[in-house]
């Protein structure tokens, strides 16, 4: 692997994302529409259930499509690269292309967890008390699931050759990766079949993790899905194949 | 020494054949010139000599190292500036070439020199704060030209590298890249349509169909067509074609109130043929062949037919379209 291109791609990222207001703002923007719009109506119909609220209920998941939308979005990226040519700077270059997925990923990690920081700063407004722990936990949460998460992207990317396909992804995999994942409602009171979908979903065991963090005291339906070893596990071992198999992708288009 | 070795080259994709037994060295030092119409497979062999495409059968060797099995030591060696543009033109122009610094690993103590060297080599010191998307065809070129340099490559590909630009902006583009071998100690490997540009290779390879058809210099492939021609006004033509014949030995004719003759050392013949006909001569004039008449010669077409391109052209105008639409 080399350190310097890791490194520069990387910066580049992130240059462009500080650069780039609008994104940000729409970045931040989104998640507040969920947890004031949605998620305030939404308590009107569902009580508090085992001393959690709804709005508390889908903090969790709240950050999950944060980290969700940005780190695809970072991945995607990949696709404009391609479409504009800058992908062939990078591909010609001595640089393993697992170093470029590495890089790339990186990116996505970086950008998604600074927008979940962002978000994470409403806690107090949700009645969540959290120690300065669950707060640290959360963050660490958070990076390595923006990491799979992005990773799984590079994967999509690699096999789109053209932006037109933006919107077939956000459809067709971003949207249900948001709704199965228990983000808006537990895993556990889902049909079978979606329960099962659900269960392949990697976001499902970061929003999971999350909930424990979150509301380490929660009972009933709204407690978390899984154990949070089986969710940490989970997370780490879709970072590495995803990586892994992304690597390949890269290699094979050679 | 040969730094490009080419082994019959084969690539096919699906049952179309890119690039169809292709042989051919390129001199270290030299610059080589790669001709062809849309479509030759000019392109293709590039991609196979930068490692982004495996051939289908044959080799290439660059510096001695195997473009299928080497990459790495194949992509250290190498610069290239590609047909389209692959600049980041959310970035500056000085941050685009340090991105290329990081890339190749260039060490930390030169970086920054190796930067501001480039940008002044092309003359973008000035503007390098600005993002690229702000600079014209012809500064783009030029910066892409700087950034494959960054890493001292010892071979230089230019796909095209004057395509889109104005007569000028040309011109100072070939006045700049002629530099380069002396300058930076650099191998270039060009393509182009453009004959007259060729004109400035030390070596010239015609491809057409996916094979190589001429190779040799400017002047030994002009000679495949048969040398220069001489158009000349005399007071009386009739008489000065009789002179030409009987005299020089040469096969001459009038036409349309002019002589014309082929002949192979034409500047040599001029002044033999005004001591020929003395005062009766009104004017000479002297027409080397062309690379493009070579081509003609060779291929029955001439090279900048673009009437093959229409998909590409296409692909272009969506290409630009969406430049400014994003
Ligand atoms: N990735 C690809 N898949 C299928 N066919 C391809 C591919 N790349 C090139 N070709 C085909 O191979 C042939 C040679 O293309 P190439 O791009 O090498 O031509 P070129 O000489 O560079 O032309 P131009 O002057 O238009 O750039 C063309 O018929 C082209 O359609
Ligand atoms: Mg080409």
Known sequence: MEFNAIYVIVAREFKKFVRERSRLVSAIARPMVWLFLVGAGMSRLVSPVGGVSYMQFIFPGILGMTILFSSIFSSISIIWDKEFGFMKEILVAPVSRLSIVVGKALSGTIISTIQAVIVLALFPFLGLKLGILNIVGVILICSAVSFSISAFGILLATFYESYESFSVIMNFIVMPMFFLSGAMYPVKLLPDILKFVAKLNPLTYGVDALKHVISPLATGPMSPDFNIFVDIGVIVSMSVVFVLIGGKAFERKG | MSIIKVENLVKKFGNVTAVNDVSFNVEEGTIFGFLG???????????????????????????????????????????????????????????????????????????????????????????????????????????????????????LFLDEPTLGLDPQSRANLWEFITELPKQHNVTIFMTTHYMEEAEVCSDIAVIDNGKIIARGSPEELKKIVGGDVIYLKTKDNATAVEEIKKVLNVEASAKGGEIFMSTIKGDACIPELIRTLGDSVLSVRLQRPTLNDVFLKLTGKAIREEESSGSDTIKEEVRAYRRRHS
């Open chain 2, 37 to 155: 119409p849309n479509g030759a497979g000019k392109t293709t062999t590039i991609n196979i000599l930068c490692a982004l495409l495996s051939p289908t059968s044959g080799r290439a060797f660059i510096d001695g190292h195997d473009c299928a099995k080497e990459s790495a030591s194949v992509r250290k060696s190498i610069g290239i500036v590609f047909q389209d543009t692959t600049l980041d033109k959310d970035l500056t122009a000085e941050e685009n070439l340090l991105f290329h610094a990081y890339l190749y690993n260039v060490q930390k103590s030169e970086r920054q020199k190796r930067v501001d060297d480039a940008l002044k080599f092309v003359d973008l010191f000035g503007r390098k704060d600005d993002l690229v998307k702000k600079y014209s065809g012809g500064m783009k070129r030029r910066l892409e030209v700087a950034r494959g340099l960054i890493h001292r490559p010892k071979v």
